[in-house]
Each structure stands twice: as structure tokens, then as C-alpha cells.
Nanobody, 124 residues
Framework: QVQLVESGGGLVQAGGSLRLSCAAS????????MGWFRQAPGKEREFVAW????????SYADSVKGRFTISRDNAKNTVYLQMNSLKPEDTAVYYC?????????????????WGQGTQVTVSS
């Protein structure tokens, strides 16, 4: 049974930082590609960031490029999202997701497992 559990969300002022964590169960975590997505009220879930199985390659949505950094620690079965220079438009529920087939995808439907989400609220 694969479980993904996000943590680290909260309320922060514009310009501030947060670090999200996603702890995964599953012995093959180190072979999965991982992604972060977000969903704001009334909007569709959107891609935020992706990282390959070893952490040597990453990809970001244009809206977060240069402000967010995705990383992973396979020894801890954990993926992170460091978010700096936060803006009110970053307010959303943030989800981590696992792609066990290695599709290198930015599409939510290509991901096999999802966490429950963590709320990030950025005040102006």
C-alpha cells in the first residue's frame, strides 16, 4: 500500500517562504518520479514541479520558476518543495504525487498515487 503524506503548509505573508514535505511509504520510492501540483478554489489542479527518480533532473511551471525548488531524499523516502518569494496567487492546496511508470509528465492523470494535500495561504 502506497501512502503519501504532505506537511509544512500554513499561512505566510507575501514574500515569505515555506517548505513542504511529502513522506512516502513503499520500498520502491527511489525509482518513482515525483511531482507537486496545486489546486486553488474554483480552479483546476495544475502542475507545479517534477523531479526524476534520482533528483538529477527537475522541471517547473513557468509561474513558479526561480522561486520554487523541488528536491528529494531517497534515504528518507521524502520529496520537498521549497517555496520562496511567495505571492497571494500561490494560495492553494498543494499535493504531492508519485509517477511509478516514469512518464516525465506534467499531467495529473499520469500520476498513480496522491497525498491528501496541504493548504498554503499567502496573505497580501
Amino acid at each position: 500500500q502506497v501512502q503519501l503524506v504532505e506537511s509544512g503548509g500554513g499561512l505566510v505573508q507575501a514574500g515569505g517562504s515555506l517548505r513542504l514535505s511529502c513522506a512516502a511509504s513503499g520500498r520502491t520510492f527511489s525509482s518513482w518520479e515525483m511531482g507537486w501540483f496545486r489546486q486553488a478554489p474554483g480552479k483546476e489542479r495544475e502542475f507545479v514541479a517534477w523531479i526524476n527518480w534520482i533528483g538529477g533532473a527537475t522541471s517547473y511551471a513557468d509561474s513558479v520558476k526561480g522561486r520554487f525548488t523541488i528536491s528529494r531524499d531517497n534515504a528518507k523516502n521524502t520529496v520537498y518543495l521549497q517555496m520562496n518569494s511567495l505571492k497571494p496567487e500561490d494560495t492553494a492546496v498543494y499535493y504531492c504525487a508519485a509517477d511509478t511508470r516514469g512518464t516525465h509528465s506534467k499531467r495529473a492523470y499520469d500520476y498513480d498515487y496522491w497525498g491528501q494535500g496541504t493548504q498554503v495561504t499567502v496573505s497580501s
